[in-house]
């Protein structure tokens, strides 16, 4: 049992509101998605990733991405190939699409793993939504230990990592299931990483019509890479 219980807000606009306060105070936030809960914490904010990560204990050498509101708020800080819009329609929803740093781009070595890419997810709920729009591209995590079972409730973020969040947006209980699909974008040919929420196949069509190639045709819906940058969604 936690020693601390951190402040629970609602999904309405005042419970946002109070949550992105935290948020541009330096806190970590844990938050409801179309997947399971997280854990988030601004981009600007110094140490803020590397305590997601202490929060967690997550290996540092798995990245972790960014929930954003639209492709608009990353264009600063990763290019934007072809494919991501080919894929478009399936966002918001459960893609990730792993996409090239641009050239002079720093970001905290935690996200992204020591490596010239992030991990970049529209997800289809209003709350990780509302957030990124208000403090920008928002480094999250699943909101359980690594190694634990996903957290599905406010009341179950609070038992496992209530004593190292700021505050929880209780959204009732997530849907669970699938962990997004994860595509790497970052070379010529685009292959899977991870997965998961979105048929290879519906993947592939897509890119097929838009004329990008890749190498989906040989993923299966079951397979994960031992390369996976973002396991834990």
Request: hydrophobic share 45%; glycine share 12%; charged share 20%.
């Amino acid at each position: 049992m936690t020693s601390r219980r951190p402040p629970v807000f609602g999904v309405d606009d005042a419970g946002r509101r109070a949550a992105v306060d935290v948020l541009r105070g330096g806190g970590i936030v844990a938050l409801p998605t179309d997947t399971v809960y997280g854990i988030g914490v601004a981009l600007s904010t110094p140490g803020g990733v590397e305590r997601l990560f202490e929060v967690k204990k997550r290996p540092p050498d798995k990245a972790i991405m960014v929930l954003v509101e639209d492709l608009a708020q990353v264009t600063e800080l990763v290019g934007v190939p072809p494919a991501a819009a080919a894929l478009a329609s399936l966002w918001p929803g459960g893609l990730t699409l792993v996409l090239p740093l641009l050239p002079g781009v720093e970001l905290p070595r935690a996200l992204t793993a020591g490596t010239t890419s992030l991990g970049v997810r529209i997800p289809d709920h209003q709350v990780p939504r509302y957030l990124a729009r208000a403090v920008g591209p928002l480094p999250t995590t699943s909101a359980n230990p690594s190694g634990h079972p996903d957290a599905r409730s406010a009341e179950e973020v609070i038992a496992s990592l209530g004593d190292g969040i700021d505050a929880v947006v209780d959204g009732g209980r997530s849907p669970g299931g699938v962990p997004s699909t994860v595509l790497d974008c970052t070379m010529p040919l685009v292959r899977v990483i991870r997965s998961g929420a979105i048929a290879a196949s519906r993947i592939a069509a897509l890119l097929d019509a838009a004329g990008i190639e890749h190498e989906l045709g040989e993923a299966t819906d079951a397979e994960t890479s031992a390369d996976d940058p973002i396991v834990g969604r």
